[in-house]
């Protein structure tokens, strides 16, 4: 509506938790409950209806975070949601579109990320699903050459580096994958 959120942050000694909304109409500051999480900067967040929701960033101890918070603009109070499913992040961006809200890119000291996730308040939680039955990579490790058998039909398998990059894509086949022209290391293997 007309009104405006900043969360969080860094005064240059520690990570902050406090939460101000700005009234466009009446052109004044207030400050809200702070946030659910301990304390963090470099998270990003963003709204669906009368909700914000914040997650991601760093904490005082410059560790990278996953909680994920939900603010109910009503009754001004936060609720921890499931950690964001992309692991330890900061510097994300996040938006929504309707009902679904949007956390992608952002990075750890290792790796910078290139992905996107969507989230659903409308789910309970995030349920993890087992792959066990469906998917099959072997062996791991191996010298750069593995059989990928899947029960999931059609799709494309990509192969990222530590850093983030695409070293191989290919149709979702039963096939075997050969990525032994590459360096020696870990590597993530996506299926879309």
Do not use: H
């Not at 959120?5 to 406090?18: F, H, S």
């Not at 101890?61 to 992040?89: C, H, P, V, Y």
Request: with cysteine; charged share 15%; hydrophobic share 35%.
């Amino acid at each position: 509506g007309a009104k405006g959120y900043i969360a969080a942050g860094w005064d240059g000694n520690t990570a902050l938790k406090d939460f101000w909304e700005w009234d466009q109409t009446a052109n004044t500051w207030t400050q809200r409950a702070d946030c659910g999480a301990s304390t963090w900067y470099g998270a990003t967040g963003f709204s669906i209806g009368s909700k914000g929701y914040l997650g991601t960033g760093l904490n005082t101890a410059m560790a990278s975070q996953q909680e994920f918070w939900e603010w109910d603009q009503i009754s001004n109070t936060w609720t921890q949601k499931t950690d964001f499913g992309g692991g330890l992040r900061n510097g994300a961006v996040g938006f929504s579109i309707g009902t679904k809200g949007y956390v992608g890119t952002g990075s750890i000291p290792s790796m910078m990320y290139n992905d996107f996730w969507e989230f659903d308040p409308a789910g309970n939680s995030v349920q993890e699903t087992d792959l066990s039955n469906l998917v099959s990579i072997y062996p791991n490790p191996s010298n750069g050459k593995f059989t990928l058998s899947s029960k999931l039909g059609s799709g494309e398998v990509c192969i990222y580096n530590m850093q983030g990059n695409l070293t191989y894509s290919t149709a979702l086949t039963n096939s075997t994958l050969d990525i032994s022209d590459q360096p020696a290391g870990v590597y993530f293997l996506k299926i879309s």
